[in-house]
């Protein structure tokens, strides 16, 4: 059952484009995931579904609710964790969290007894007294988690849930999450780790200059766009030409970056050992990061 649906969903900024006219459908008790480059369209796209930024053209429903004429309602069942850390330095740890309690006129002993139940799912409740400046990078990237969570929302919005983080913090929060969609809580995040979309997602969306180009499982995208297999490549100067020819009479699917070459193959049996001499010879599983590259491209985006 699809609890978010978009269809021809359009944002301008003026004379910019950034997001142009896509259909979703987001279901109950997912983790949804919408990936691509800086300037994809990903983070204009979450605002709308949840009435932050208004609706350009074309539709975002809701739990049954349109974004455009009951913003109130859907925000009282949807947390969100910004990229940012937008904590208050003022208030300690419980604080932060009973005055966003308010926003969602919470009564203060459900608001108390939420912000224990949160603190806790995250090991903050010892901190609870601490000013959030005393706190470190990864206690703080938490705490916003839980304040998204202060609401006992269905849906829960993340925009770079685990940025900055080191690989043990990132390991808990994905823990974290996994355990809020097994209780229900339907998931939408926008990460650009591709190890914690392919952790994390049922299924995803990779877009790019503000149109979805794909969607799916991450296990079927990989399947469907890179294969299981990838050989890199880099020849030595003098052999350089004598593997792509090999390549190219072979018919393998090959990308060439830079002195890099990426052979890709549908089948892991289906790649036979190159000839001539490698600085770099790696064989490796096909992974969401290979075909994130392949459809978005190489180049840095700033």
């Known amino acids: 059952m699809s609890l978010i649906q978009a269809r021809g969903l359009v944002k301008k900024f003026g004379e910019l484009i950034a997001v142009a006219g896509i259909d979703f459908d987001i279901h109950e008790g997912e983790c949804f995931g919408?990936?691509?480059?800086?300037?994809?369209?990903?983070?204009?796209?979450?605002?709308?579904?949840?009435g932050a930024s208004p609706v350009t053209a074309g539709e975002v429903v809701v739990d049954g609710k349109d974004v455009r004429h009951s913003t109130k309602e859907i925000k009282a069942i949807v947390g969100v964790v910004p990229q940012e850390n937008n904590l208050d330095p003022d208030l300690t740890v419980l604080q932060n969290l009973l005055v966003y309690a308010r926003y969602f006129s919470i009564p203060g002993a459900?608001?108390?007894?939420?912000a224990r139940e949160v603190l806790d799912l995250f090991q903050l409740w010892d901190r609870r007294d601490s000013h959030t400046e005393t706190l470190s990078s990864g206690m703080k990237r938490r705490l916003v988690i839980a304040r998204g969570l202060i609401n006992?929302?269905?849906?829960?919005?993340?925009?770079?849930p685990t940025t900055g983080l080191d690989p043990q913090a990132r390991h808990l929060v994905w823990q974290k999450l996994r355990y809020l969609k097994s209780q229900g809580v339907t998931l939408?995040?926008?990460?650009?780790?591709m190890e914690e979309a392919a952790h994390l997602c049922d299924r995803l969306a990779i877009m790019d200059k503000g149109r979805i180009l794909v969607t799916g499982s991450p296990a079927d995208v990989v399947s469907q766009y890179v294969g299981q297999e990838v050989l890199e490549l880099q020849p030595r100067p003098e052999d350089r030409e004598a593997v792509l020819s090999w390549l190219k009479q072979g018919g393998f699917d090959t990308e060439e970056v830079e002195d890099i070459?990426?052979?890709f193959s549908r089948d892991s049996s289906s790649l036979p050992e190159p000839p001539g001499?490698?600085?770099?010879?790696?064989?490796?599983?096909?992974?969401?990061?290979?075909?994130?590259?392949?459809i978005t491209g190489r180049a840095l985006r700033e």
Request: glycine residues 6%; without cysteine; proline residues 3%.
């Open 110 to 114: 459900v608001a108390r007894e939420s």
């Open 188 to 193: 939408v995040l926008t990460t650009h780790y």
């Open 277 to 294: 001499s490698f600085v770099k010879l790696v064989r490796r599983r096909a992974t969401l990061e290979d075909v994130f590259l392949r």
């Open 152 to 160: 006992q929302p269905k849906v829960l919005i993340l925009d770079e």
């Open 261 to 263: 070459l990426f052979v």
């Open 34 to 50: 919408f990936l691509g480059p800086n300037g994809a369209g990903k983070t204009s796209t979450m605002r709308m579904i949840y």
